[in-house]
């Protein structure tokens, strides 16, 4: 057949250079790879929350706007009262339209290591990202390089992940910032890892006009539902709400999340338990000969082996059943580092036991 299609003329350069984000299958293994809450609900609220499912109309669309499932984000997690709140598909949807919002010349900042969407969605739509490397010693921001950063580039955009993935450690506050100070452009504080630290911008919103707080529902124990926010300006949410699909939000989401949220002591309880197991799992790596854990205010614990050691590691705790995250591939400051889900007690007593088995076969 003669070939009608060629690939490489049809899609854009940035498409075809891109590769896809990849998850591993966890079929019959515990799932310590992708910062889930562990826990299911008790049955009773399963059922409470089944029944509140029965009158959703599936056969119309769900609410353009959201508007019950955003007064309830707005009083659960008390927004600011003059700013405005858009709903995403998950986070990763709200770093989307932010992206997609900007001039094609624009430029995106963040320190490097940080979450891979940014580059990602950045480098997908055309536009310049920068990645300023953190210290390497604390995985702490370098302030006069991202200083430095700001006044050469002039980013559009900063995402500052607060607490940071994949290192787990909430950045200095005042070097935060000073960064939103010097900023011409927008601070997206990124804090999907909220629940799990005793900080928040929430509360600066009103002193920085650039500033926006982004969160998500996903770590908090409702991945599957994929449902993320970000409260600002209302005239920034106005423009990002131009972009956003009309029924981004599907009317189960809708529904679940804010039955959830209104049931939020349930949560409470759950992410107590797991700030507690992440103190255990750090004692635990810690009195391992040849692991260094890093300090973590969020429900993974990221950590360094000995060297060239990482993938034999990574690949030993599959094979005795425990997903991980192997993040010696992304190199950099990252050679070496596995991370790791705070899971249930008894998944993480298995994981430590994995590790000191693939530790002394080594
Ligand atoms: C997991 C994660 C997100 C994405 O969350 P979703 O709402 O599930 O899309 C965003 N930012 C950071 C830093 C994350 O770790």
């Not at 399963?46 to 959201?66: G, H, I, M, T, V």
């Given at each position: 057949?003669?070939q009608?299609?060629?690939i490489t003329?049809?899609?854009?350069?940035?498409?075809l250079?891109?590769?896809?984000y990849?998850?591993a299958d966890?079929?019959?293994?515990?799932k310590?790879?992708a910062?889930?809450?562990?826990?299911?609900?008790?049955?009773d609220i399963?059922?409470q929350?089944l029944e509140?499912?029965?009158?959703?109309?599936?056969?119309?669309?769900p609410d353009?706007?959201?508007?019950?499932?955003?007064n309830?984000i707005k009083?659960?997690y008390?927004?600011?009262?003059?700013?405005?709140?858009l709903?995403?598909?998950?986070s990763?949807?709200i770093?989307q339209l932010?992206?997609m919002?900007?001039p094609?010349?624009?430029?995106?900042?963040?320190p490097?290591?940080?979450f891979v969407?940014?580059?990602?969605?950045?480098?997908?739509?055309?536009?310049t990202?920068h990645?300023?490397?953190l210290l390497?010693?604390?995985f702490e921001?370098?302030?006069p390089?991202m200083?430095?950063?700001?006044?050469?580039?002039q980013?559009s955009?900063i995402f500052l992940?607060y607490?940071?993935?994949p290192t787990?450690?909430?950045f200095n506050?005042d070097?935060?910032?000073?960064i939103?100070t010097?900023a011409?452009?927008?601070?997206?504080?990124?804090?999907?890892?909220a629940?799990?630290?005793?900080a928040?911008?929430i509360?600066?919103?009103p002193q920085?006009e650039?500033?926006l707080v982004?969160?998500?529902v996903s770590?908090?124990g409702l991945a599957?539902?994929r449902l993320g926010?970000?409260?600002?300006a209302?005239?920034?949410?106005?423009?990002?709400?131009k972009?956003?699909?009309p029924?981004?939000?599907?009317?189960?989401?809708?529904a679940?999340?804010d039955?959830?949220?209104n049931?939020s002591?349930?949560?409470d309880q759950?992410?107590?338990e797991?700030?507690?197991?992440r103190?255990?799992?750090?004692?635990?790596?810690n009195?391992?000969?040849?692991?260094t854990?890093?300090?973590?205010?969020?429900?993974?614990?990221l950590?360094?082996?000995?060297?060239?050691?990482?993938?034999?590691i990574?690949?030993?705790?599959?094979?005795?059943?425990?997903?991980?995250?192997?993040?010696?591939?992304?190199g950099?400051?990252?050679?070496?580092?596995?991370?790791v889900?705070i899971g249930?007690?008894?998944?993480n007593t298995?994981?430590?036991?994995?590790?000191?088995?693939?530790l002394?076969?080594?």
């Amino acid at each position: 057949m003669p070939q009608k299609i060629r690939i490489t003329r049809l899609f854009r350069k940035e498409v075809l250079a891109l590769s896809a984000y990849k998850v591993a299958d966890a079929t019959g293994l515990i799932k310590l790879d992708a910062m889930e809450n562990p826990y299911s609900w008790p049955e009773d609220i399963k059922n409470q929350w089944l029944e509140s499912l029965k009158d959703c109309r599936l056969n119309r669309y769900p609410d353009p706007e959201a508007r019950q499932l955003t007064n309830t984000i707005k009083h659960v997690y008390k927004i600011p009262e003059q700013f405005d709140v858009l709903l995403g598909n998950g986070s990763d949807e709200i770093i989307q339209l932010l992206l997609m919002a900007l001039p094609p010349d624009a430029q995106v900042l963040a320190p490097d290591p940080g979450f891979v969407m940014y580059k990602q969605l950045s480098q997908c739509l055309g536009l310049t990202y920068h990645g300023i490397p953190l210290l390497a010693d604390t995985f702490e921001l370098d302030l006069p390089a991202m200083l430095a950063a700001i006044e050469t580039h002039q980013p559009s955009v900063i995402f500052l992940a607060y607490p940071n993935n994949p290192t787990g450690n909430l950045f200095n506050a005042d070097a935060i910032r000073e960064i939103i100070t010097k900023a011409n452009g927008l601070v997206i504080l990124d804090e999907a890892y909220a629940p799990f630290a005793d900080a928040s911008f929430i509360n600066e919103l009103p002193q920085y006009e650039n500033l926006l707080v982004m969160r998500t529902v996903s770590k908090l124990g409702l991945a599957g539902l994929r449902l993320g926010y970000i409260a600002g300006a209302p005239a920034i949410i106005e423009q990002l709400n131009k972009i956003r699909l009309p029924y981004n939000i599907n009317i189960l989401t809708q529904a679940s999340t804010d039955f959830a949220l209104n049931n939020s002591d349930l949560f409470d309880q759950q992410t107590a338990e797991i700030r507690a197991q992440r103190d255990v799992v750090f004692a635990g790596l810690n009195e391992l000969d040849g692991i260094t854990a890093y300090p973590s205010s969020a429900n993974f614990i990221l950590f360094r082996t000995k060297k060239d050691h990482a993938d034999s590691i990574f690949t030993a705790l599959k094979n005795q059943g425990v997903l991980i995250k192997n993040l010696n591939p992304q190199g950099g400051l990252l050679t070496d580092c596995l991370r790791v889900t705070i899971g249930k007690p008894e998944e993480n007593t298995a994981f430590l036991t994995a590790l000191r088995n693939s530790l002394s076969a080594l």
